[in-house]
């Protein structure tokens, strides 16, 4: 706005001394010679405006203690690492130097930490960018940033007085995708290109040595030129945190919060199973806020078992169901439930009917242990636990609704699941060559026999489904204890 006004007020002068007489063209040349040089000055400034290029110094430093759950990952990475570090033995051994770390794995794992702490580990510059920034319209602009890139990170660690450079590209898989495949493939093949050629172009004697960490979570959709060796020679899997992972992460993240003596974050963390690092930095946060909003002064076990909700289903909606409605949903959630109970007694932690994010209510089972290998009897008991819901609708109120979709679709993945695995009375099969109406066929009899089982099973249990429900309505959440006296007094 200012810059306008001054401009403004710039151009009345001129206009004014102009019309007074005023000699105006050494005044001019002076503006425009200024002009110039702002002009360069600004050009040649920093060399990636938009990009990550302040050095690790400058941010606070984070180091391998600051990553929790990791402990292969860093392991392999520290080993790479070492490598760098023993330059000397390296040279003198005519090993060619390590060039690109290539981190791959699912979102919010602690990529970006790892290539962090990596650069404090070696005491390089460190410079992030994503692969995103390099994608212009124009040909050649990505290929110009990319070697801009390069030279800012000599530049940078020339005058920071170190010897490595580290540049971490995330999402690399945007700059460095398979090679003709988009349709203004010129463009993207020539910024992939001059990423090959700087790599090539590290060579042991550098005064500045330059490592590249690549980040990505599609580590398919990569051209296969920059999988050859010397280019990524190392790939570092990077994957979600097991129970013991979580609750590392868990700590690291409430170091720096007052807890109450009831939280059990063991318990949390085995509540977690799937949550990424970002998720349980997230939830920290989240139960933390929850204290705040409490005005309480230390955080407790309720807001974490609440942040996990919150975490997973997004925030409470102020938007309140009809009374209908609301029995609809608690039916639905109550019927989830019971199959739940009934199936694997004990496994219901706690069901709510608070819409929440895009849930018009919720059944939270209780933490197990990680499981990573399933029974077919197991995945049928999910499937059947899935389509309890939309059952019980069914039988207690006479019509299905739609607010069983994502159930459906969570139960047909399960059931495709069995049949790629070869559970289905198919046998071994390979599912994309089947032919449609086999596929069909086959996933209908699977969700069809538990729909089956689960009708008589529900009209059986009619009654606890109605009281659980009743309840639900009164009081919007109920606990799993809670549900199993009602189921004993039923039995
Ligand atoms: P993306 O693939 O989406 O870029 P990423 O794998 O690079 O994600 P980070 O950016 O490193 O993930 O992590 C995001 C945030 O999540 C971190 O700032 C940190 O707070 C938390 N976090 C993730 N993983 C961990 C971990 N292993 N230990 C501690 N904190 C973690």
Redesign the pocket.
Known sequence: MSREVGLGLGTALLVFLALSGVDLAPLLFLAALSGGLYYIVRSRGPLLKNMDIAPAAAKQKITFA?????AAAIRELKEALDFIKEYNRVRDLGIRPLKGIL?T??????????ARAAAAYIDSVFLAASGSEFVEMYAGVGAQRVRKLFAGAREMARRAGKQYALIFL??IEILGGRRGQTTSHLEYDQTLNQLLVEMDGIKAADKVRVLVVG?T?RVDMLDPALLRPGRFDRQVR?EL?DRQ?RL??LR??TRNKPLAGDVNLEQIARETFGF???H??SLANEAAILAMREGVAQIHHRHFHEAVDKVMLGEVLDRRPSRQEMYRVAVHEAGHALVSELCQPGSVSSLTITPRGMALGYMRQAPRDDTYLYTREYMENQIAVMLGGLIAEEVLLGSRSTGAGNDLKQATALARQIIQSGMSELGVVEVESLPVEILHNALSNILNRQEQRLRSLIDQYAGVVQSVAAILVEQERISGDCLRRILQQAA
């Open positions: 600051d990553i929790g759950g990791q981190f794995g699912p979102p919010g794992t602690g990529k970006t930490m790892l995330d999402e980040a979570n990077v945190p992972g590392e992460i690291l993240h990424s690092g970002a349980l930095e």
